[in-house]
């Protein structure tokens, strides 16, 4: 049935989470990259949130530095799975296709996305926090931790949302236009909804009558409210869906 309606929607966004990369081998409790839960405290006496806050990335950069590292190893070891795949597929089933995602490991980007918003960044893309350069590193192995820049050698770190910071304001910008063009569908992909940004596109599509899909083993924020919940991981539902709309 959700295949069905699917094949008359024009403009799609897809909205993913952890859950999408944990078929590639990366946790998806929540956490910047995932790989921490809530509240545990680091080896440096304090709470992973913390460390990763950007305070603690302009005061001790050394230490947000010790665990962004960590989870850019895990992210470097992770491949695009069987979903990220589907997504990528699916770009030419529709008039306009985007996948919003939450996830910071660079994987949709990796299987050849196109229309992406990475509304919480991405680990690999580094920039200068005084000159502002940017450099897209796929390694950090051979990196001195923390980076300084090369041309002006003030602290570089990655762009993504950490603790306490704003959005990037051009990823929100992207999304509430689109949102605002209107959307067929939304289908939410392996994330528990719970920050408001990431539910408002599937509640939006709910009281416009748009078609909602819910992929996930469990339930959610939004769940009450999607049209189909498809209760299984994203690598077994969306190469189905895929086929089925082929």
């Known amino acids: 049935m959700a295949a069905q309606e699917l094949r008359h929607a024009k403009r799609v966004l897809a909205v993913t989470g952890a859950g999408i990369s944990a078929d590639s081998g990366l946790p998806t409790y929540r956490g910047i990259g995932g790989l921490y839960s809530d509240g545990k405290e680091t080896e440096d006496g304090m709470a992973i949130e913390e460390a990763l806050s950007g305070y603690i990335m302009n005061t001790r950069p050394d230490i947000c530095w010790k665990y962004i590292y960590q989870i850019e190893s895990a992210c470097r070891a992770a ?47 580094l920039f200068c926090t005084s000159c502002g350069h940017e450099k897209y590193v796929t390694n950090f192995e051979s990196m001195k931790i923390p980076p300084d820049c ?28 689109i949102m605002e063009q209107g959307l067929d569908a939304v289908i939410s992909i392996g994330t528990t ?31 009450h409210v999607v049209r189909y919940r498809l209760r299984d991981r994203a690598v077994n539902i969306l190469p189905e869906l895929l086929k089925h709309l082929s």
Do not use: W
């Open 79 to 125: 491949k695009p799975n069987a979903a990220h795949k589907a997504l990528v597929a699916l770009q030419s089933k529709f008039e306009q296709f985007t996948v919003l995602t939450q996830n910071v490991d660079g994987l949709h980007r990796s299987a050849g996305t196109k229309n992406l918003i990475e509304i919480h960044g991405n680990i690999q893309d």
């Open 193 to 223: 909804s719970v920050f408001p940004y990431i539910a408002e596109p599937v509640l939006r599509a709910a009281r416009n009558k748009a078609i909602t899909i819910e992929i996930n083993p469990g339930d959610t924020e939004v769940s």
């Open 150 to 177: 090369e041309r002006c050698g003030a602290l570089v770190r990655p762009r993504v949302v950490l603790f306490g910071e704003m959005l990037p304001m051009r990823a929100v910008s992207k999304l509430y236009e």
